[in-house]
């Protein structure tokens, strides 16, 4: 090759050169694809723990008194991130088969917590007057999610069981009514009232009767048997 054709090939690899860099710095920069990143999401260890400690901290118990365990299908686990808010549905406790929303999944879970509650010491008969000594506190499983389950003996004292309660077992709030003043059997005054109008008569109560509930009494002259309330230990009260 003459120096003369070299040099032209040189010229025009340059010129081609200069071009394509020149294409290059007018091209619009290229934007990185974005990256996908997946939200990282609660162990079933984590998502356990997080439901124990709700539990917990709503039922005012330890949370080594609270045993859980997920019913989430294989592979069901939520994605979660940062501390989700948890909560319960239903009314009630948060025990037995419960279905938590923890952020904005719902969580079903099968829920076991013990707390100490008002216990039978001895075998309570129906409408038996309680004293200090038919009670004390004990841990016990709570079972039921609508039950009142009484935290303090003070309330029971001097109330009746409405039935009967074996030993050990809870001494529930709903078991407790006022105790009676009235006797079946026992002789009574009927009073009637209306306007100025007042009549006494003798009977004959035919229900056991705490103040203020309803319980069939016999007038002993006409025999015959009436609905009253009773006033006191002492006086049915029939009629408006």
């Keep these: 090759m003459t120096r003369l054709a070299l040099a032209l090939a040189l010229a025009a ?3 081609i050169g200069a071009s394509a860099f020149a294409a290059d710095r007018t091209r619009a920069p290229q934007t990185p694809a974005p990256v996908s990143t997946p939200v990282p999401a609660f162990t079933d260890a984590g998502l356990t723990e997080l439901v124990r400690g709700y539990v ?7 949370s080594a008194s609270v045993a859980v365990r997920l019913l989430l299908p294989p592979g069901g686990l939520p994605a979660l991130s940062g501390t989700p808010v948890v909560a319960h549905s239903g009314v009630g406790k948060p025990v037995g088969r419960v279905t938590f929303t923890v952020g904005p999944a719902r969580v079903p879970a099968e829920v076991e917590a013990y707390k ?22 004990a841990p016990v499983r709570l079972v039921w999610a609508d039950v009142r ?6 309330p029971a004292i001097g109330k009746r069981v409405t039935r009967n309660v074996p030993a050990g077992q809870p001494v529930l709030e709903d078991l407790l ?3 009676h003043v009235v006797r079946l059997g026992a002789r009574v005054t009927i009073r009637f009232e209306k306007g100025p109008l007042r ?3 003798e009977g004959i109560a035919k229900d056991d009767g705490s103040v203020g509930s309803n319980v069939r009494v016999m007038n002993l002259e006409s025999r015959r048997e009436l609905w009253g ?8 009260q029939v009629g408006p």
């Design 13 to 15: 690899a340059w010129l």
């Design 56 to 62: 917990a901290e709503t039922l005012k118990i330890p």
């Design 116 to 137: 100490d509650v008002v216990v039978a010491t001895r075998f309570l008969r129906r409408n038996q007057v309680l004293e200090d000594k038919d009670l004390a506190l």
């Design 149 to 154: 389950y009484l935290e303090d003996m003070e």
């Design 177 to 179: 009514g006022e105790p």
């Design 199 to 201: 009549i006494l008569a």
């Design 229 to 236: 309330r009773v006033l006191d230990g002492d006086t049915i």
